[in-house]
Structures are given as C-alpha cells and as structure tokens.
C-alpha cells in the first residue's frame, strides 16, 4: 500500500527566504509525481508533474526533484512572498489512484 | 475548452437526508476519479469509473455511499443517510482515455456539510 509523508507538517518563514519542502513515499512503482497548492476551503491547483523517468521540473520560483529509488520529492521556492502562503500537497500515481501527503502549511510573513 | 466542473460547490444537508454530487468531466475524457478530504486531513481516493463502468471502488466506504458515470451525463456521487462524519470536501478528476498513467485534471470540489 502506497503511503506518502511530507515534512514539515507547517513552516512559517520570513518573506524572501528559500525554502524546501519534502516528500516521501513507500512504493517507488509510481507514474508521475504532482505538487499542488491548496488555498483555504479551495479547490487544488496543480504547480509541477514529474514524470517517473525524470528527475526535476521547473516553474518560475518552484523546482521540484524527484528521486524515484528512494521515494523522495523536494518542492523548493526561491525568494518566497506573502502570496505563496497556502497549504502544499505531495501526490503519487501508481495504479490508477493518486496517493496524497498529508501537506504542509506554509506561511509567508511579509 | 472548459475544465473539470462540479457542482453543487456547496451542500447543506440534515442527517438522514441524501446528498448527489455531480461531476462534469473535461471534454473528451473518460475517466472519472473521486477523492475525500475529511477536515485537517489529506485527500483520500474513493472510486475511479469509466463510462458505465466502476473500475476500482476500493476506497469507498461499504455502505450508503454508491458512484455512476453513466453513458449520457455527468458522473454522480451519492449518499445516503448522510451523517456528520460525512462532512467533508468532495473533489472529482478526469483524465483523458487511454492508460491509467494519464494526469488526473481536478475539479473545484463540493463542501459537504451534515448539520
């Protein structure tokens, strides 16, 4: 059974900073690897898709890696602002069913 | 070409009473997923149908809970007797035919709440 963590459960940064956000999973037979924002009582925006045979992907501010041998994913945000606050999810697709971290709650403090 | 659209985007229901969610895929797909987000938790996958088909239910409570995609028409979540446990964001996907690794395309979600 497919299970994904992400740490930190919350962070809370001063505007500016780098950050990296992290993601593991147990079962490395995966698809793809997606990151979503989620905005309080939202719906799920979709900020980069890794597919298993690559190995980083780039938007803007955002970089996500991917290490599929070891389960592990980092999301990293350069130059982070106030308007980057929201609540990040870590998806896995194996089989036909995407598998969610738990997320974690970034704050931006301006 | 419009996205993965739900509605109602919220719901209020009493216990005891139904609750139907519905699901308009995006143009051209045919596959249809459900996902579960109890509050302060992660997304929880439900069912994921074709057309006239339920292909994997594994994640579907056992009882009053039951989904249709059928031929004509959006796909349908539907609860019965709902409860307060119920409660909850309801969010549907889509993604296009062909093999299961496609990227699923996620709605805006439907907030349930049993009062």
């Known amino acids: 059974k497919q299970e994904v963590t992400q740490i930190p459960a919350a962070l809370s940064v001063p505007e500016g900073e780098n950050l990296v956000l992290n993601c593991s999973f147990t079962?490395?037979?995966?698809?793809?690897l997606q990151w979503f924002r989620q905005d309080p009582g939202k719906g799920l925006t979709s900020l980069l898709l890794i597919q298993s045979s690559q190995r980083e992907q780039t938007s803007g501010r955002l970089n996500a890696s991917l290490d599929k041998s070891s389960g592990r994913s980092t999301l990293y945000i350069a130059a982070s602002q106030p308007g980057d606050s929201a609540t990040y999810l870590c998806?896995?697709?194996?089989?036909?069913?995407?598998?969610f971290g738990e997320g974690t709650q970034l704050t931006v403090n301006p | 070409n419009a996205g993965v659209m739900q509605n109602p985007r919220h719901l209020v229901r009493r216990r005891g009473q139904e609750a139907r969610l519905r699901c308009s895929p995006m143009k051209g797909h045919s596959h249809v997923y459900w996902y579960r987000q109890l509050p302060e938790e992660g997304l929880k996958f439900m069912v994921y149908?074709?057309?006239?088909?339920?292909?994997?239910e594994s994640g579907m409570p056992k009882e009053r809970f039951s989904a249709e995609f059928p031929k004509e028409g959006p796909s349908i979540l539907r609860i019965q007797q709902v409860v307060r446990g119920d409660s909850a964001a309801y969010f549907c996907?889509?993604?296009?035919?062909?093999?299961?690794?496609?990227?699923?395309?996620f709605g805006p979600g439907t907030r349930l709440l049993v009062l």
């Open positions: 996907a889509s993604s296009p035919p062909g093999n299961e690794q496609e990227t699923q395309y």
């Open positions: 149908l074709q057309k006239e088909n339920i292909i994997d």
């Open positions: 079962d490395s037979a995966i698809y793809n």
């Open positions: 998806a896995v697709l194996s089989g036909s069913r995407l598998t």
